[in-house]
């Protein structure tokens, strides 16, 4: 159930609106279900409607007039809340609609339970699905009624309203969403022919803007370069920078002005300063230096968000809500750096998962410096063309977003939950597709049958328990061919797979070779180890816990620091 609150400045027109069934079509039957006192009177069962409506306004309207005779009275003096049932709940009865009304102005201060001087208010049902509650602020003793927080509160006895009803429990959020868009600002944008209102284009822009800039500077100069969007810097008196407005080029008033938007009306978390607390937690990347290996950004990135689950299972929750707000600005990002077939559904995953990355929770930015450095770096670079690298972090981010999904319903974030679900999906869509092109040039160079014979019986003692279905698997191909080239650049191919599959548990894999096929590409793609080194692994691996160090690994002298020459 869902409650709509607001106030107003007429009893008489709210009424007439409720009982009015010419033009409102969905008023079918309007009538009482409950009131202040159980016997107000109900124009919508009484034969002249006019003359009952009018009595009506004037018993609700009573201490108003008192009220306003001694000066004590509000200048908004009507409380109208709506309430309605989620499409797929049960009809209500007028008697369960009489109880949810008289629950409703109890919990938000209009009529408290047993008080004999709660204010005056009916509750009018003219539908099947919803009744709207009206009442006049004024209580019997003169007094304006405390009603502060009344949709928060509405809202909390709704969902207990839900539970003892059997009604859909609707996802409830914690007011860290993004205010939404206006019926006003959703009409103009279908007056104009456009998709999304303003508020919602120039939110995507400003935190794709955050994602690609190092410092606010950067921010301000990337926002100002937007074709279509307008930009105006707020100072202090001492000149420092105060905030930011934005706004869309096409949007305007009916005097021809723009309509502006400050970053903290965008969302929460785009004001100014918290867009400057964040670029100030992005880690710098190194400078180049002649004779050293430069490190691929997309493996940096990839390498930060495989860790992200990880640090989502630890104790520390402003570390992972940190992690998962930076998490969020790779995903703005990729839209940037993906080919266009992919582009549409990387930029709905990016807006779904938005809303997951806010809680009540304060981030402490800080721990996810090297995310948030790597997306930089990827942004610097010309994308890789051939889809692997794009194919490694989308298999990597979709486990984050399951990893997100289940830190939130620890938390009950339930609006948060729902985003992840919907993200996952847009990600698993453009996933399939940017993979199809580098599995096939993968399983092209399948080794021969031999090799393949090997990497099969290596396979089955790595994952023994999911090791028919990656054998199965149509990117079986690609794995064999993966391993072939692993090995021949002097790794081994057992130690990466079984690397591999504890970095990701397969048990939620639909596609288990694919999944294996580019954590063993990436890893791979780090230096071989040497041969003392494989050694040492080997009796590390032999070795138990509570046994004897081995002789052998004991007796092993101390090696000399490597020199680099130059």
């Known amino acids: 159930m869902i409650a709509n609150i607001r106030s107003g400045k007429e009893t008489a027109g709210l009424i007439r609106y409720l009982f009015d069934t010419k033009r409102a079509k969905d008023h079918t039957d309007p009538h009482l279900v409950a009131s202040w006192d159980g016997f107000a009177p109900d124009p919508g069962r009484s034969e002249d409607l006019d003359a009952t409506r009018n009595l009506l306004v004037a018993d609700l ?83 304006t009624a405390r009603h502060w927080n009344d949709y928060v509160t509405a809202d909390r006895e709704l969902a207990s309203i839900e539970k003892e009803y059997g009604l859909r429990q609707v996802a409830r959020g914690d007011r860290t969403a993004a205010k939404r868009s206006t019926r006003a600002e959703q009409e103009k944008a279908h007056r104009q022919g456009q998709q999304k209102p303003a508020r919602e284009r120039l939110r995507s822009t400003v935190r794709t803007a955050v994602a690609a800039a190092t410092s606010t500077e950067e921010f301000i100069h990337l926002l100002s370069h937007v074709d279509g969007v307008l930009v105006e810097v707020v100072h202090f008196p001492s000149g420092d920078v105060r905030g930011y407005k934005v706004a869309c080029e096409d949007t305007t008033t009916a005097s021809n002005e723009p309509v502006w938007f400050s970053g903290s009306e965008l969302a929460p978390d785009l004001s100014f300063p918290k867009i400057r607390e964040r670029l100030e937690a992005t880690a710098t990347q190194p400078i180049d230096q002649p004779g050293r290996r430069r490190p691929n950004p997309w493996h940096q990135a990839t390498a930060a968000t495989e860790r992200i689950p990880h640090h989502l299972d630890q104790a520390d929750d402003e570390a992972a809500q940190a992690h998962l707000a930076a998490f ?16 549409s559904q990387l930029r709905e995953a990016a807006t779904k998962f938005e809303r997951a990355t806010r809680s009540r929770i304060r981030a402490e930015h800080h721990h996810a410096r090297a995310l948030r450095g790597a997306v930089r770096a990827m942004l610097r670079e010309t994308a890789p063309r051939d889809g692997a690298a794009l194919a490694m972090f989308l298999d990597a981010a979709i486990l984050v977003v399951i990893a997100a999904t289940r830190w939130h319903q620890l938390r009950h974030h339930d609006q948060q939950v729902a985003a992840a679900h919907q ?57 064999a061919a993966t391993l072939a080239e692993a090995e021949a650049a002097g790794h081994d191919p057992e130690q990466l797979l079984q690397q591999a599959a504890d970095q990701r548990a397969l048990d939620d894999a639909r596609h288990p070779a694919r999944v294996l096929t580019w954590r063993v590409q990436r890893l791979s793609a780090r230096p071989a180890p040497s041969a003392r080194a494989r050694a040492a692994q080997a009796r590390s691996a032999a070795w138990r816990p509570g046994e004897p160090i081995p002789a052998a690994t004991a007796a092993l002298p101390p090696q000399a620091p490597h020199v680099r020459r130059r």
């Not at 989620?86 to 109880?99: Q, V």
């Not at 969020?328 to 582009?343: K, N, S, V």
């Not at 003692?461 to 090791?467: C, D, L, T, Y």
């Open 423 to 479: 993200a996952v999906i847009h990600l698993q869509a453009a996933y399939d597709q940017v993979t199809a092109a580098p599995l096939a040039a993968l399983a092209q160079r399948r080794p021969p049958q031999q090799a393949v014979e090997r990497h099969v019986h290596v396979i089955r003692r790595s994952v023994p328990e999911h090791a028919e279905q990656v054998l199965k698997d149509a990117a079986f191909d690609a794995l």
């Open 61 to 143: 309207d009573l201490h108003v007039k008192q009220a306003t005779r001694l000066g004590r009275a509000p200048e908004r003096h009507v409380w109208h809340c709506s309430v309605r049932a989620a499409p797929e709940d049960r009809i209500l009865s007028d008697e369960e609609w009489a109880d949810i009304a008289r629950r409703i102005v109890a919990a938000t201060g209009i009529a408290p339970e047993g008080d004999p001087d709660g204010c005056r208010w009916v509750a009018v049902r003219h539908a099947p699905d919803h009744i709207h509650i009206a009442a006049t602020k004024v209580r019997r003793d003169l007094r």
């Open 328 to 343: 969020g600005e790779a995903l703005d990002a990729l839209p940037l750096l993906a080919p266009t077939p992919i582009r």
